[in-house]
């Protein structure tokens, strides 16, 4: 996806043996063959269901009400669309394993059309370093739906013409795309170029994009715009020489400290920037953000760089980091108002990116089917437990929520008539002592080398177990306050 200037976050990188796209092995919990019955929870002033937030209007949507009433008033707004706003959604991964390969294949349902990641030409001393992603367009192929082959471009300062080396790398790495594509029995209906092109640039862009128009006549090209680029010279004739473009609303500025402001996607700007580009009168889809990052910053609070999975082993030892997400409210509140107050030219939503099992700083699949269609946001954390003989108790958390629930969470065991004989934290969970007869289970949130704790909707985490000399009546508690939405701090290393 193309990036603002200045910030190139690792999923860029031109090299995808070493890039943070790997996938972790989910956690996967299975019960043991045994007559277990569960334990009731017992109530006490202490809620054993996580509270969710108020759910009196927020600033962020209060904002975004108020900026969606505005555009009403703004020529080319429609009211009474169709509410079912067409879905898309990109596959950027390049390593094409078994979760990415078990997602396509299971989660195509929502979606109308696959974007897929084809290739990336990065430039050095001049010349074009192709890297091409080895995708599975047989598995893309079974599927059954509508497939776009995304060509990335790095940064290029120019001369652009249609007779070079440059123009060629583009024209021959397009068709071999294409021909490797169709000899799975895959016929793309798409062509899409991401180029990280300069706003200054925008009128030399234009020239390439009216070259492979012409090298391609049979299929449909596009290509990534910026908000930065609307209104600037250039930007409506480039878009005019494609057949659409996608608005990608998302991106991270440099932070200008640990403690400033972090967003992925300003939602009252997304409203602003989609009817400025439907003043083009050019077909275009907004790509929306489902993803987040680890940005790091030195014991001088300057910022250091960005991780989609991790620190980076250069980064040193005393760095500070900070993970921002996108938000699953904001983004569903979008996706809401377009579909019932639709610019005309706007004709759908490519999210970035399709979860894939082990992806970390990823929307997991449940999560963004909620937003899809449309369902309230919310994640619901429960303690549940199981023993056979009232000894040794078996600590769960669900999520029995429609969101992620990323944040910390503690659960708080009290007992009597009966003496502790041991416990212990699962999963990066720690025991405490909390008194005589009480104890204390906290989620990793605490530790440099624990990501937050995560748990998505339908999910199980064993967490603990504690075991006491004779069986005794127990009661379990959970305090599972939410984290502020879009950032999460880490402590200092």
């Known amino acids: 996806m193309t990036e603002a200037e200045g910030v190139h976050p690792t999923y860029l990188s031109p090299h995808p043996t070493t890039r943070s796209h790997r996938h972790l092995t989910s956690l996967r919990l299975r019960r043991e063959n045994r007559n277990v019955r569960p334990v009731p929870v017992l109530q006490s002033h202490s809620p054993q269901r996580f509270r969710p937030p108020s759910t ?6 209060l904002g975004l009400l108020c900026t969606w009433f505005i555009s009403l008033l703004a020529p080319g707004a429609q009211s009474g669309t169709d509410p079912r706003l067409e879905h898309q959604v990109y596959v950027w991964q ?19 059309r696959w974007v897929v990641l084809s290739a990336e030409i990065s430039w050095k001393q001049g010349k ?23 060509l ?3 940064p290029f300062a120019g001369p652009f013409q249609t007779k070079g080396t440059e123009f060629d790398l583009l024209k021959t790495t397009l068709h071999e795309q294409l021909r490797r594509a169709k000899a799975k029995s895959l016929q793309p209906v798409e062509l899409q170029i991401d180029f990280d092109c300069a706003s200054s640039k925008l009128a030399g862009y234009r020239i390439w994009i009216e070259g492979l128009k012409r090298e391609f006549p049979s299929y449909r090209l596009t290509l990534t715009t910026l908000p930065a680029w609307l209104g600037r010279p250039g930007f409506a004739d480039l878009v005019k020489a494609a057949d659409g473009f996608v608005l990608q609303v998302h991106s991270l500025n440099r932070p200008s400290s640990f403690d400033a402001a972090f967003t992925l996607c300003d939602p009252s700007a997304a409203l602003r920037s989609v009817q400025t580009a439907n003043q083009a009168g050019v077909p275009f889809r ?16 300057r910022f250091l760089g960005l991780s989609a999975e991790g620190p980076r082993p250069d980064w040193p030892p005393g760095t500070r980091y900070k993970e921002v997400r996108s938000d699953p409210q904001s983004m569903s509140e979008l996706a809401r108002i377009w579909s019932t107050q639709r610019p005309p030219f706007l004709t759908g939503i490519l999210w970035y990116r ?21 369902s309230t946001l919310k994640p619901d954390l429960r303690v549940e437990t199981a023993t056979e003989d009232s000894l040794l108790f078996e600590i769960d958390l669900i999520n029995r929520g429609t969101s992620d629930a990323i944040q910390s969470a503690q659960i708080l065991v009290r007992w009597r008539g009966s003496r502790l004989v041991a416990a212990d934290g699962l999963a990066g969970f720690t025991a405490e002592d909390k008194g005589p007869a009480s104890i204390q289970f ?29 069986p005794t009546e127990v009661s379990f508690e959970v305090d599972s306050p939410a984290l502020p939405p879009g950032t999460t701090p880490i402590p200092v290393r």
Do not use: M
């Not at 390049?94 to 109308?112: E, H, I, K, M, Y």
């Not at 907004?286 to 030195?298: I, N, Q, W």
């Not at 099992?357 to 999560?367: A, I, K, S, V």
């Open 56 to 61: 009196s209007t927020s600033p962020i949507l």
């Open 94 to 112: 390049r390593a094409w394993n078994d979760p990415v390969l078990q997602a396509v294949g299971s989660r195509g349902g929502p979606f109308t």
């Open 128 to 150: 074009g370093q192709l890297t091409s992603v080895e995708v599975d367009y047989a598995a893309v192929a079974q599927t059954g739906r509508p497939v776009g082959l995304a």
């Open 152 to 154: 990335r471009i790095g």
């Open 286 to 301: 907004v790509a929306l953000p489902t993803y987040g990052y680890r940005c790091a910053f030195d014991q001088q609070n």
């Open 354 to 374: 399709l979860p894939v099992d082990g992806d970390r700083l990823n929307w997991t699949w449940p999560t963004l089917q909620s937003v899809i269609s449309g």
């Open 442 to 470: 906290s989620s990793p949130t605490e530790s440099f080398h624990q990501e937050p704790f995560r748990l998505e909707p339908g999910r199980r985490q064993r967490v603990g177990w504690v075991r006491f000399s004779k």
